[in-house]
């Protein structure tokens, strides 16, 4: 059984600054990619970065130079950097990883419970 598990979320006035972590464990055997997503009510769920593992990083226009993805490879852990932060990122942030669970099985996406972030003075 594979979890992922996200922490990091608040309150935050705009321009100040959070940090997301999302931890995968369990049964893995290997990892292709690990994102964060974010969903703001009404709207649907969108990438925000994501890392592969041929080592590229994408970032959704909204957020680039702003936010910066890292990652433990060793601790299987992500982490999201969320600097300048503005009232449009409001939303409930997903960690993501597509994931295979066996040597030369499929890759299957597993998500994260959502953390809260709420940018508002």
């Given at each position: 059984?594979?979890?992922?598990?996200e922490?990091g979320?608040?309150l935050?006035q705009?321009?100040?600054?959070l940090r997301?972590?999302?931890?995968?464990?369990?049964?893995?055997?290997?990892?292709?990619?690990?994102?964060?997503?974010?969903?703001?009510?009404?709207?649907?769920?969108?990438?925000?970065?994501?890392?592969?593992?041929?080592?590229?990083?994408?970032?959704?226009?909204?957020?680039?130079?702003?936010?910066?993805?890292?990652?433990?490879?060793?601790?299987?852990?992500?982490?999201?950097?969320?600097?300048?932060?503005?009232?449009?990122?409001?939303?409930?942030?997903?960690?993501?990883?597509?994931?295979?669970?066996?040597?030369?099985?499929?890759?299957?996406?597993?998500?994260?419970?959502?953390?809260?972030?709420?940018?508002?003075?």
């Open positions: 059984q594979v979890q992922l598990v922490s979320g608040g935050v705009p321009g100040g600054s997301l972590s999302c931890a995968a464990s369990g049964r893995i055997f290997s990892i292709e990619a690990m994102a964060w997503y974010r969903q703001a009510p009404g709207k649907e769920r969108e990438l925000v970065a994501r890392f592969i593992s041929a080592g590229d990083t994408n970032y959704a226009d909204s957020v680039k130079g702003r936010f910066t993805l890292a990652r433990d490879k060793a601790k299987n852990t992500v982490y999201l950097q969320m600097n300048s932060l503005k009232p449009e990122d409001t939303a409930v942030y997903y960690c993501g990883a597509d994931l295979r669970v066996v040597a030369l099985g499929p890759v299957y996406r597993y998500w994260g419970q959502g953390t809260q972030v709420t940018v508002s003075s």
